[in-house]
T-cell receptor, first 118, second 115 residues
Framework: ETGVTQTPRHLVMGMTNKKSLKCEQHLGHNAMYWYKQSAKKPLELMFVYNFKEQTENNSVPSRFSPECPNSSHLFLHLHTLQPEDSALYLC?????????????????FGEGSRLTVL | AQKVTQAQTEISVVEKEDVTLDCVYETRDTTYYLFWYKQPPSGELVFLIRRNSFDEQNEISGRYSWNFQKSTSSFNFTITASQVVDSAVYFCALRIKTGANNLFFGTGTRLTVIP
């Protein structure tokens, strides 16, 4: 039990489908993140939210739409994806974000959502 | 620009052998943090250690030890007397103090411990 829960763990979708990934953290953190992990590539930061406000969008295509209704929940809405979007999507949280004093940067990760786009 | 290099893509060792995972980083910042994470087959990345740029003291935690050398920009990780449960992908990461909140990850080293 990592304190960060992601659902679903596995998702298969067609290119015309709309689906969402959900992340919930039980650690009392106020920063949440989406990362993409593709085979043989470094983890790619997608989005960062601090206190529910998006503070980082790492040039992510608009077919990925994040939503952060509160500090404990983070969604990634998926629409008209491409096969190359197939990857492990990891959610993470940390105590603070944005380089604030005292933020030493440990992230706590969920187990990921394995996405396959057909 | 920041960069983390883990040159070893895959390593296999026999149980009880010692193994060292290499990590070389690049940054022009003088204040930064280095991390190691473990990713078991279940998928989540498990935080192992954080080291700040002003603390070059090596650290030992049980069978794990870390060697931080600023002169060579390296932060290597050694597992002593490896066990099958150590089989995982290990990621080294760098975070700078200024700018956006981000960790720069290496591509990871897959360690397989053979019983």
């Amino acid at each position: 039990e990592t304190g960060v829960t992601q659902t679903p763990r596995h998702l298969v979708m067609g290119m015309t489908n709309k689906k969402s990934l959900k992340c919930e953290q039980h650690l009392g953190h106020n920063a949440m993140y989406w990362y993409k992990q593709s085979a043989k590539k470094p983890l790619e930061l997608m989005f960062v939210y601090n206190f529910k406000e998006q503070t980082e969008n790492n040039s992510v295509p608009s077919r990925f739409s994040p939503e952060c209704p509160n500090s404990s929940h983070l969604f990634l809405h998926l629409h008209t994806l491409q096969p190359e979007d197939s990857a492990l999507y990891l959610c993470a949280s940390s105590q603070r974000g944005g380089g604030l004093a005292g933020d030493t940067g440990e992230l706590f990760f969920g187990e990921g959502s394995r996405l396959t786009v057909l | 620009a920041q960069k983390v290099t883990q040159a070893q893509t895959e390593i296999s060792v026999v149980e009880k052998e010692d193994v060292t995972l290499d990590c070389v980083y690049e940054t022009r910042d003088t204040t930064y943090y280095l991390f190691w994470y473990k990713q078991p087959p279940s998928g989540e990345l498990v935080f192992l250690i954080r080291r700040n740029s002003f603390d070059e003291q090596n650290e030992i935690s049980g069978r794990y030890s870390w060697n931080f050398q600023k002169s060579t920009s390296s932060f290597n990780f050694t597992i002593t007397a490896s066990q099958v449960v150590d089989s995982a992908v290990y990621f080294c990461a760098l975070r700078i103090k200024t700018g956006a909140n981000n960790l720069f990850f290496g591509t990871g080293t897959r360690l397989t411990v053979i019983p």
